[in-house]
């Protein structure tokens, strides 16, 4: 037995913070490109995504910007037709077609990746239902967080959702962005990204990859593994669980780290890591493979 997961190799990166899911007045956002990177580069964010609702945000639209020395990533959150779907390091605009499969084949035949946002949306906890998420193919990941739903009908969590897929064998990775509208939703959740340069090409291979980790205010400052024996180490955390198939309870540390052997009947393990209040840190799945 042995794990496959994105933290294998660490060493010499850097870990930083950023969000994938922004909007502005070139949709409906309340604040213009410009006071949204002003907010979010004072707040201490490394890299950003201005994603408003299908309209692509390129890197020629970034230039007439000052970027305040972060990472500006290409976006577009494609929405008309169907469940939305975030477009990270766009090239060109996709079309919204209502065939959401055809929209992930466009996204992937061309630039860039694909995430599903906020699944548990509306009144119904169901915006993406999962039968379409177990259906399509292509995406990459999946909002397990998702902040301005704190204010909308629903949950703004969606690790039901992620449990399930990753236990039919689905590799899909779990993203926390503010899908900020006003200045009430910056800061609630972001991906935390250990890259080795301050690029966009190396900022996007770790999201591509997995070589980060969701959150809302947990840090994690350590991921060993030792054959199938996993370690978190946090800064913050006052509890850990870890959690295997269909989000079942492996183990439970009051502490701010937690140490586990994985056990060989489980198809993948994943922690979370609660801290005060509403402050959470979710990593990435370990998988078991033969």
Known sequence: MNLEHPYEDLSGGEWLRGNLHTHTTNSDGSRTPQTVLNDYADRGYDFLVISDHDIHTSLEDYA?????????????????????????????KIEPHEDRQQVIDEVNGSNGFVIVNHPNWTTRFNHCPIEKMEEWNGYIGMEIYNGVICRLDGSPYATNKWDILLTAGRRVVGFANDDSHA??????????????ERTLEAVVEALLHGHHYASTGVNISGIH????RIRIETENAQR???????????????????????????????????????????????????
Not at 69 to 83: A, D, F, Q, S, Y
Not at 225 to 228: C, E, I, Y
């Open 64 to 92: 007439a910007l000052d970027s305040r020395g972060m990472v500006l990533i290409p976006g577009n959150e494609i929405t008309r037709g169907g469940p939305h779907i975030l477009h990270v390091n766009s090239d060109q």
């Open 183 to 196: 200045d009430q939703d910056v800061g609630l959740g972001w991906t935390m990204a250990c890259v080795r």
């Open 240 to 290: 850990i669980v870890a959690l295997q198939d269909i989000g079942k309870r492996l183990a439970v540390a009051d502490d701010s780290a937690i140490e586990v052997d994985v056990p060989e009947a489980a198809k993948y393990v994943r922690f979370e890591c609660w801290g005060q209040g509403e402050s959470f840190a979710w990593t990435q799945p370990f998988h078991v493979v033969d």
């Open 225 to 228: 593994v030792d054959g199938t």
